[in-house]
């Protein structure tokens, strides 16, 4: 009878550690959605040597719209960039409009200069309809030049972080024997590093017209002398690639600007913007629109190996059925200072 009654107090023990850990565990059939602010950059000791003037906040939405239009739709998962924080912007959530029916709202990061709204849907019957959409408020500070440019060189050790900016990306051909014979000649009577990256940014927009179309990348913007934003951004990336100078695209709504890496006598690395296509700017900007991404070499969600020069919105689900799908990208305008 003794061991009989171990056993069942045994027995009890054990059901109860069962249900606790049980307890403990989140519900598959209800998960929790996390969506938190943009993602913190790591201040370190080269944001003293930048220069800001004034600042202005705007509200920016983004997300997916996704309908079952043609039966249930199961598995989805998208993808959309948004905006976070760099040293002359910072971001916070102000609004989230989330469906029941997602089950996550999820960021993360791809490299160090990309951030990502993740959506995931378990499923959607036919004629459901579900969306996951977040505003943000975005405060930008206006860049100023440096008080004194001749301080800064060209990087003779960069870390692996900035090398990956001195390679070729999609439409940025630095390798090209007739981008690199121009930039050396463009720069030749030049002493200092900020005068030859000033001297090539001059050349691309005296010699290259704007003109707005389909994307054609630099070369051939430097062959038949006529590109908008993407092209004249890419072949001043590749001219200063060419000269060893890292430099990568800004990416912002509706819009492009490139920015060049130099460093100080103490090492001390620093990316400067400039205004390719438009008003001369060049070392400053003042841009008010959301930063959304930096950088031109990105892997594609599906095939890792195919490089795109954005991050773009994707979505993917699984079965035969796909949903109708729409992007939110909106700039809802700029938020008056108390």
Not at 61 to 77: M, Q
Not at 233 to 249: E, H, N, W, Y
Request: proline share 8%; with cysteine; glycine share 6%.
């Amino acid at each position: 009878m003794a061991s009989s009654a171990n056993l069942a107090a045994r027995c009890l023990l054990i059901a109860c550690v069962v249900l606790v850990v049980a307890a403990q565990r989140p519900s598959e059939a209800a998960p929790q959605r996390r969506a938190t602010a943009g993602k913190k950059k790591e201040k370190d000791n080269t944001e003293e040597l930048l220069r800001f003037g004034a600042e202005t906040t705007v509200e920016y939405r983004a997300g997916i719209e996704v309908e079952a239009t043609s039966g249930a739709v199961v598995g989805l998962i998208g993808l959309a960039p948004v905006p976070f924080d760099w040293p002359e912007q910072t971001v916070r959530i102000s609004e989230e409009d989330v469906s029941p029916s997602v089950r996550d709202v999820e960021f993360r990061m791809v490299g160090k200069t990309v951030q990502q709204m993740v959506v995931s849907i378990p499923r959607l019957d036919p004629g459901e309809k579900a969306r996951a959409v977040i505003t943000f408020e975005v405060t930008r500070r206006e860049q100023l030049p440096p008080e004194d440019p001749s301080v800064f060189v060209i990087p003779r050790r960069p870390t692996r972080d900035v090398r990956i900016y001195l390679g070729s990306s999609p439409g940025i051909e630095t390798r090209s024997p007739r981008i690199r014979k121009l930039a050396r000649e463009v720069i030749a009577e030049h002493e200092t590093a900020w005068s030859k990256v000033e001297a090539l940014y001059d050349w691309v927009r005296e010699h290259v017209k704007y003109t707005n179309g389909p994307f054609k990348g630099a070369l051939a913007a430097l062959k038949d002398g006529t590109g908008d934003c993407e092209e004249m951004t890419s072949l001043f990336i590749a001219m200063c690639r060419a000269i060893g100078v890292p430099a990568r695209t800004v990416w912002i709504p509706g819009h492009c600007y490139p920015e060049f890496y130099l460093e100080d006598e103490q090492g001390r690395g620093v990316w400067f913007p400039c205004q390719a296509a438009g008003d001369r700017a060049f070392g400053r900007m003042k841009e008010t629109r959301p930063i959304m991404q930096k950088g031109d070499s990105f892997p594609h969600p599906e095939t890792p190996r195919r490089k795109q020069r954005y991050a773009a919105e994707f979505v993917r689900a699984d079965g035969k059925s796909k949903p109708k799908v729409r992007f939110i990208r909106e700039l809802l305008g700029t938020i008056d200072s108390p």
